[in-house]
């Protein structure tokens, strides 16, 4: 299985000991050496810019000698990065949260196994390296990709080597579309062994500094007064996660106003040092300092059920297994007494369960919680019934698989509000979601498109089309909030009918009744919307 892992770069980056003084005692230099540099030599020397800091001002706030040292290495040449290295598992199940993590100001490496490009399943294989390749490129589009090829300790000949990346740029179509894919030593691809075989990390390492000193940001200059408000939060280290309030207070004592700690917050959020979520105000506000412990949360809940069993000895696993554990693993329906039990404490509960909410991961239904990514590898046996069917079709783009799950949660959360909706029904890559008593929407995944078929009592055209309308509405919120906007689709009909040509259909009228009517209707954006504005409003609305 094919996986990635993140080089969340920061160069420069130094720990003081207990010995040095100064203000900051963890953490400090985030950033290039041109920071550094610039920083100095704005508080008195050549360069006349305005200063970031008072000079009297900057032996209060950074140990002297620290900064001396920074700037003596960057005049010998002894420019260094410190990388923060972040895993990527790649159980499928667990790539449901990853675009959570993915930076921009980053390196990726994507680590695949060479034997498994030269069998015969290759053709599979390599989809699902193209899966990873697809998904950094939507959410870090500027981010350098090494592909990394393992067990060279058993593919040792170099026309295997050839044949791997003949078979990679084929079917990858590497030069065509992944510019952030650099050569190496003339092939797509690094080969390395699992095995003590250091040459070829020293390797890795040589190219992953060289397309690391190719990247903008790290040479952009940084606020020094940024470095500070970082070095207060990174005291709170034993908390898991801030308000964005006290990030506001601390950075109104260095001098910022708040509009620029937004910008910093995300800027620090794309270098991996914290995690700063902006699609909604909820998630604005809380700044998440420990990343890892926030993984952590998720993995608890998100799991291969194969690969993280619950284990005899993790604390309350008795409690877990008898709060309904075996079920939700096959069914994706969670208590709040299960979610409470995985989760520990009511804090730590009450903010994973608004997190996983207004990240599209878990709905919630009556006195349940629904993750359908958790039971995407079971065998769905939902009966499609008959009714109007349409197509969007992603072909030439891309459609996660967290894409569907995701657009189930909407549906669920829309449902949960309607009188009289029965309990949906998921299984695998399929959805059966009723909107009300009787208009049901079935969903359902196949490769590069979502089927949709309506299933209404009379077949009323204005159901048929408000469900359209809200599939619409809903993939729309999912591109904008998760995706960056990289999300393309088309839409086909009955018989592979086009959107253009199904509106003058007269069979296909049912589709686009109400559009007919002319009836002013309350217009809403999917950009920038708060998820439960966005909910309330979608009855009746007007997509733009």
Known sequence: MPYTT?????????????????????????????????????????????????????????????????????????????????????EKVLQNF?????????????????????????GEYCKTILNWLNRISV?????????????????????????INKTLNKRLKLAENFENVPKIDGRWFLPVSNTRNKNAFVHLRKEVNRVTFQQKFIKEPVSMRWTKVLDDLMEER??????????????????LRNSEID??????????????????????????????????????VIRNREVHALSENESDAKAIQESGYEKFLVSGFASHNLLSCLWKDKQTTDFMMELMRHTLLMSDWNEYFIIPCMNMNIESNINIG???????????????????????????????????????????????????????????????????????????????????????????????????GELSWYMEFEKGISYENARKNKKLQKWFAEEKRQQKEVAISVRDVDLQIFLENLRGVQVI
């Open 6 to 90: 993140e080089l969340a770069t920061r160069a420069g980056v130094k720990r003081l000991n207990d010995k040095q003084q100064g203000t900051l005692k963890r953490g400090l230099m985030r950033r290039s050496i041109r920071m550094i540099r610039s920083s100095i030599s704005l508080s008195g020397g050549k360069n006349k810019k305005p200063a970031i800091f008072e000079p009297d001002t900057v032996p209060q706030v950074f140990d002297q000698a620290l900064f001396l040292e920074k700037l003596k290495e960057h005049q010998a040449g002894n420019n260094s990065i410190t990388y923060e290295i972040w895993d990527f598992g790649g």
């Open 98 to 122: 990853n675009d959570l993590f993915l930076t921009q100001n980053s390196v990726c490496i994507c680590v695949f196994d060479m034997r498994e490009v030269l069998n015969d399943n290759r």
């Open 139 to 163: 959410h870090a589009p500027d981010s350098p990709i090494i592909l990394c090829g393992s067990y060279l300790d058993k593919i040792k000949l170099k026309k295997e080597w050839d044949k």
């Open 238 to 255: 034993g908390k898991a996660w801030v308000s964005l309030l006290d990030v506001y207070k601390i950075g109104t004592i260095n001098g």
């Open 263 to 300: 910008v910093m917050l995300r800027f620090f959020s794309d270098t991996g040092v914290l995690v700063y979520l902006s699609s909604t105000e909820v998630l604005r506000s809380m700044v998440i300092l420990e990343p890892q412990w926030l993984t952590n949360q998720l993995g608890k």
């Open 386 to 484: 008959k009714g109007p069917k349409c197509s969007f079709c992603f072909s030439g783009s891309i459609l996660p698989d967290e894409v569907f799950h995701r657009l189930v949660c909407l549906c669920v959360d829309y449902s949960s509000y309607i009188y009289g909706a029965k309990e949906p029904l998921i299984g695998g890559n399929q959805a059966k979601v009723w909107f009300g008593a009787s208009d049901v929407i079935c969903l359902q995944k196949i490769d590069d498109r979502i089927g949709l078929v309506v299933e209404t009592d009379n077949e009323c055209s204005l159901s048929v089309y408000r469900c359209l309308r809200m599939m619409k509405a809903m993939l729309g919120k999912i591109n904008e909030d998760f995706m960056n």
